[in-house]
T-cell receptor, first 111, second 111 residues
Framework: DAGVTQSPTHLIKTRGQQVTLRCSPK?????VSWYQQALGQGPQFIFQ???????QRGNFPDRFSGHQFPNYSSELNVNALLLGDSALYLC??????????FGPGTRLLVL | TQLLEQSPQFLSIQEGENLTVYCNSS?????LQWYRQEPGEGPVLLVT?????EVKKLKRLTFQFGDARKDSSLHITAAQPGDTGLYLC???????????FGPGTSLSVIP
């Protein structure tokens, strides 16, 4: 049984570009949450998707958007990248409000 | 605004020593989780505490939830090099609420 998977593992972009990160939840899970973890800090909640709808959102600008597909996989899109968007982006899946399982993350570097 | 604080920020100890890390907030949480994160990986859930005053043990790790459900502690007995990592506490005010993470305590256990 595969756990949470994320792709790509690493990514380098330049300021102003757009990026799409992908997440496949653990089998049987229907809820996906995205977090941003800057170096030396704890993860910051971006948003959560359930039944293809954004259910909760943290304090992130509209440049951060997402999507959940019928198979429960999810994408995180970031437009107009800034240097400060450089971070580890974590995806976590759960069954409704149950325990969250985290993926290994995507390391994004914006130059 | 919910805020979780953790102390100490960094901790370096010798193998075999005991240690305690703390997680504090001015908010009341319905549940609080402790995670351990190793470099290049996502956080891994260690325990969830729900009831005020609750104590849970996981081998050499002892977790306590404060009576008022605003704070928690993690005590490690006879630390091992394998305990090295970033220890994160995270809380939810209510079920289905976004998860708020603390900044973490970076633990290094020296053989």
């Amino acid at each position: 049984d595969a756990g949470v998977t994320q792709s790509p593992t690493h990514l380098i972009k330049t300021r102003g570009q757009q990026v799409t990160l992908r997440c496949s939840p653990k089998s049987g899970h229907d809820t996906v949450s995205w977090y941003q973890q800057a170096l030396g800090q704890g993860p910051q909640f971006i948003f959560q998707y359930y039944e293809e709808e954004e259910r909760q959102r943290g304090n992130f600008p509209d440049r951060f958007s997402g999507h959940q597909f019928p198979n429960y996989s999810s994408e995180l899109n970031v437009n107009a990248l800034l240097l400060g968007d450089s971070a580890l982006y974590l995806c976590a899946s759960s069954l409704a409000a149950g325990t969250q399982y985290f993926g290994p993350g995507t390391r994004l570097l914006v130059l | 605004t919910q805020l979780l604080e953790q102390s100490p920020q960094f901790l370096s100890i010798q193998e075999g020593e005991n240690l305690t890390v703390y997680c504090n907030s001015s908010s009341v949480f319905s549940s609080l989780q402790w995670y351990r994160q190793e470099p290049g990986e996502g956080p891994v859930l260690l325990v969830t505490v729900v009831t005020g005053g609750e104590v849970k043990k996981l081998k050499r790790l002892t977790f306590q939830f404060g009576d008022a459900r605003k704070d928690s502690s993690l005590h490690i007995t006879a630390a091992q090099p394998g305990d090295t990592g970033l220890y994160l506490c995270a809380g939810e005010e209510t079920s289905y609420d976004k998860v708020i993470f603390g900044p973490g305590t970076s633990l290094s256990v020296i053989p």
